[in-house]
């Protein structure tokens, strides 16, 4: 985030000086450099749950990440977003982070679609990592960047546990933005679908979520193998009434960040 905020503040500066006017009024929202890392769930031979019918949570969720993809780049053209994977191809949990990671993405979205033994249950949700995950992951991150790095012997242990308090306040600070996004999301979710089951913003130690050194969120559109939401969810309206809620969430939490800068 520090980068992204300096990047910001001197894109700013430059501005100014090219346009030789001071700022007069209220500040416009500067246009920053934003990479959003989108997730389809699933994919190749992991299928996910499946509807009553056999559709399975891989399509849905790569369906749905490619239509958010061209809603999201049309609100916010200057924003880049990219894609774990943009077929029907195996990735494991791992290789999502570390792609997510690598593209120093400022926020990671990851969609699936939700099942229940009873075929009963309903309602959409959305997870951020929990704070003991959050805590235990930021030790063991420290502790493996200490390992790989060449600290004189003595000095190793002082710079493993002040690694470990730095990454812990990184990731106490996108937890803080992961909640944001994950409230962003599920109250864009309730406007569309009034009538469905708000399930919350909730806390899970999702291994996708874990070691993401951005703000991390994975959304449950809702239960593929309800009944009457399965049929909603592959329908072409509510495909459509959720990815146009995701993208207002995205808007939202993208323009919140650029003001804030956190
Ligand atoms: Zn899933």
């Known amino acids: 985030m520090d980068m992204w905020n300096r990047r910001g503040f001197l894109g700013g500066l430059a501005a100014a000086t090219v346009s030789g006017t001071a700022w007069a009024g209220p500040r416009p929202v500067v246009r920053r450099d934003f990479v959003l890392c989108l997730d389809a769930g699933h994919g190749g031979d992991n299928d996910g749950c499946r509807s009553r019918d056999g559709v399975l949570e891989k399509n849905v969720t790569l369906q749905t990440v490619l239509a958010l993809q061209a809603a999201v780049l049309e609100r916010l053209p200057h924003v880049q977003v ?114 469905r089951l708000d399930r919350g913003v909730r806390q899970a130690p999702f291994d996708v979520l874990m070691g993401a050194r951005m703000p991390a969120v994975l959304f449950e559109s809702g239960f593929l193998d309800h009944a009457e939401e399965g049929a909603l969810l592959m329908s072409d309206a509510g495909m459509t009434r959720v990815v146009s809620s995701l993208t207002d969430a995205v808007v939202d939490f993208y323009r919140l960040q650029a003001r804030t800068g956190s």
């Open 82 to 195: 990219v894609l774990t994977r943009d077929s029907d191809k195996s990735c494991t949990l791992a290789d999502r982070v570390a792609f997510a990671n690598g593209a120093k993405a400022d926020a990671f979205l990851s969609i699936h679609t939700n099942a229940s033994e009873s075929r009963a249950q309903h309602g959409f949700e959305t997870y951020v990592l929990d704070a003991r995950a959050s805590s235990l992951e930021a030790a063991r991150t420290a502790r493996r960047e200490n390992d790989e790095g060449l600290a004189e012997p003595g000095t190793a242990r002082a710079g493993a546990e002040v690694d470990t308090m730095l990454r812990q306040l990184e990731m106490a600070q996108q937890r803080v933005s992961a909640g944001r996004l994950a409230k962003a999301i599920q109250g864009h979710q309730q406007h569309a679908f009034p009538d």
